[in-house]
């Protein structure tokens, strides 16, 4: 007698025409399933074989879609959004010395972060982005926004050595921010980093006590470095080192440490970066507008270090916009080599995706779409005539498609968005809270 079957009862069978799950490589499934129970990956495998194994309470048909992983913005300032264009077309200390910091001291308090996290939270997971890794002020206003839209997110322990409307010194920092991180312990979707803003912003003291929680705490490090070229020549002038040497003389460098920008460096740079097994986040469009230069990710991709792709804050980008960043990266790293190969389309959604994850210690849990991981994923459209036709799904996503094609969006099983609608927050209320700050900031 033939064994029977054994069908097991899921919550949700998503169904796609294409499925590109990061890990293995290269990858693009068709007409394939995902299986997910209690917010995990149960399975990846065709259609046909899912839907005699599995008895799922709902089916999620995506009949003209790729489903991938989830985004992961490896930097973003979230509550900076309620400061969209308010001083474009200036370089980095420029807008942050005669526009940003001001407007921050007057402005900076827990319903801001509260608010403006909101907001951003909203535009990330409309495009595609299930993870953040956010470095800013008041990080407990900032896990309550999270928290209520369904965003997964690493919040930065923000580490300065002059006051600002959150902190007195660095020590407070440290303080406020480690008591936010004993409050938000046991949320499954809130984590926390130790965040010192920049070299030129941090002391030698202090970097040295971010490095010993670091290690006592197991936490990544998410620092501003080697944005532009003044911060380089300072740091010589000041240290009589490179950013990079003094933090790696400190004791910093290491697989935690994620560098944001990493515009400006040299091969020796490079070098001491990859001996560390350190990540990038590349930024590409703040990068460009603030013009701080043209990262060189190509060869920091030869060195195989980790590279990650953030979209920087709406104040120095405007747009919270994966798929703009991947796009600017594969095209620039082409541009600053001559090279038509560099950083091709997997490679890009890998480091979106799976790279990004891996830069925050959580590779284990999201960034690929295999059994075992959380269900964070996102489905794009590929219906509508100015897409088509589609002979390289991959290729689309890089070239091709932007965050308007995202349809829906997963965090841990948990949809967030459906047909582009946000499920956990109303685009009026949002619209409200923009409007509110908006004059508020004017005045």
Known sequence: MAPVETVAD???LIEARWIIPVQPAGLTLE???VAI???RILAVLPIDNARRQFRPREIRPLTDHILMPGLVNLHVHAAMTLMRGLADDLPLMRWLQEAIWPAEGRHVSPGFV???SLLAAAEMLRGGITTCNDMYFFPEAAAEAFSRVGLRAMLGITVLDFPTQYAADADDYLRKGL????????DPLIGFTLAPHAPY???DRTFERVGGLAEELDLPIHIHLHETATEVADSLRDHGLRPIARLDRLGLLGPGLIGVHAVHLSPEDIDRLATHHCSIAHCPTSNMKLASGAAPMAAVAERGLRIGLGSDGTASNNRLDLFREMHQAALLAKLTTGDAGALPAHRV???????GAAALGLDDRIGSIEPGKAADLCAVRLDDVDTLPCYDPASH???VLGRESVSDVWVAGRQALKDGTLLQISNTELSSLARLWQNRLRQ
């Open 10 to 12: 899921i919550d949700l």
């Open 31 to 33: 007409r394939h399933a």
């Open 37 to 39: 129970h209690e917010g």
């Open 114 to 116: 509260r608010d403006g």
């Open 179 to 186: 008591a936010a991180r004993d409050a938000w312990r046991h």
């Open 201 to 203: 912003t941090v002391s």
């Open 349 to 355: 959604l890998r480091m979106a995706t799976l790279d």
């Open 397 to 399: 996503l890089i070239y």
